[in-house]
């Protein structure tokens, strides 16, 4: 007898998990979430399905929340695209809570798509089959209903519970877990404790790099993807927004903050009473924020973490500064006819300084004055020379691997050294004690005896290696030479006559950045124009400039020239006419 095979309907397999991977435990250990893992989903639906659908595709969605939708929800949004021409009739999956979390309302509208698209079943694991199709059967609406609103319930009240339990380790100054910062560990309690060496490295790196070398936040994460090639601290690309939130998070100065952006979760909020309530509540105000200084060990310097902070706010004011990185008068130069900030540019292998209003708005709105840095540049030095106490703390070095790349050597020489010492002292020992054992015994010591004098043999020859005084390596030396090529290229220099300084100070092999001027017989610092504008920036310094206009005859037509005769200047507690000076 020939039995006819049944055919099966074709189905696609959906399947969704809240969280990723591993969690860390109070104990610093790591376990898997608490969640049924998509290969156990799949192994569920495998199953069910098994004689009665047939899984034409399989779509997944790790570690996103059920209440998400659209492009926040890749693998929903492609089953949602390709069901229709799958020919689905049907989405399987563990749980309908798997298939969404989302409001009632979201949930009809997708599910209006998907009976539009030719689906008529969700077909669960665990609460049996809803039929997409029985518009008029009040007890299968009623049965999705339930079950799409408990699915959206429970994540309302998990949102609550957590929303709860953040607020209450808040009140404490204490973190709920989560994954902690980059170069950062939880340390069980509600802490953090310093992370990874290498990152611990690059946070300090990365501030040391904005704040005191004034370099922006692209050429940070540039540097980090291409010279250093760190990952970032989700493993992919360093981009700005990565720098930048690198850069606030006040975690690195040892400080806890909790609900400072009041953006809550996805259906609760804290408000500005510290009362845990629902978003639609909350008309727009700003949450408590809640703050506890000095919780953990400072990662970066706190006077190094202020700094930073500093220079992201007066960056994020000053658009034109920030656009018009890389000279040392940015935003410090102001065209007196029309107001506007000069732009730096380079011209002929020179820099200038030029007003851009006539090419922006029209040949009407002003002319096209301009002037070269080293007219003016030199003046506005002195100035700033005259200004800063102490010059000397501003010195634009290299960065600390660069000047002390020898660290891990030396530290390697004094572990070296010591168990030297130490070894040399116990085969003495040894060799004294040796007359008094018997001759089994002194077989056995002999040996030991003889395993740290190898040892000692091979201690003796890495120490041999390297002398004591031997600090840089070439690699080392041709790193630095590069670093210094690269700044001498772009140097600025700030004379500090009056000052009593020495005219010259060695700060290590071919850097010296305090120097004396051939011209002026002075003292002076050469500093990076970033550091020298931000300078310029702090005191407050502006120079209103003013050209006059003469007519000349160039090749044999008249043309006009700007000249410039004056102005007005200001910087820290000096001011004045600039027609004197210049």
Known sequence: MITKRKKLIPAVGYLRKSTKGEEETKDGKRRQRQEKSIPQQKAEIEKLVAGRYEIVAWYDDPGISGWKRGAKRPGFARMMDNVERLGAQAIVCDNLDRFSRAEFGEVQADTDKLCQRGVRWIVTASHGTYDLGSKYDIGEILKFVVAAWSACEYSRQLSRRVSLAKRNMAEKGKRAGGRPPYGMRNDGNGGLLHGDPAEVKIVRWIFDQYANFQQSMNAIADAL??????????????????????????????DFSYNKRSGGGRFYQVDERGEVIANEESNGTKGKVYRRRKAYKPLVDPKLFDKAQRRLATMSKNRTRRKNQGYALAGVLVCNHCGRTLIGARRNGRTIYRCTTASKFGAGACK??????????????RLLGQEITDLRELLSTPPDELREPNRERTERRDVLERERTELTKRIDQGMDAAFDFDKRNRKVLNRKIAEMQDRLEAIERELGDTEAGDEYSRDDLDALNAWHDAFMDKAVSVPMAGKGYEAYVDLGPMVSHLHQDPDTEEAAVLMHPLVVNA?????????????????????GKPANRHILNGGRFRLGQSGGSLKRHL
């Open 225 to 254: 993807n291409k010279d250093k090639k760190v990952p970032s601290p989700r493993g992919s690309r360093w981009s700005t927004v990565t720098v930048r939130g690198v850069l606030m998070r006040e975690c690195y100065r040892g």
């Open 368 to 381: 096209s004055y301009s002037i070269p840095e080293k007219a003016i540049l030199p003046f506005v030095m």
């Open 535 to 555: 300078l310029l920036h702090d005191l407050g310094t502006e120079l209103r400039l003013r050209w006059q206009t003469e007519t000349i005859t160039r090749g």
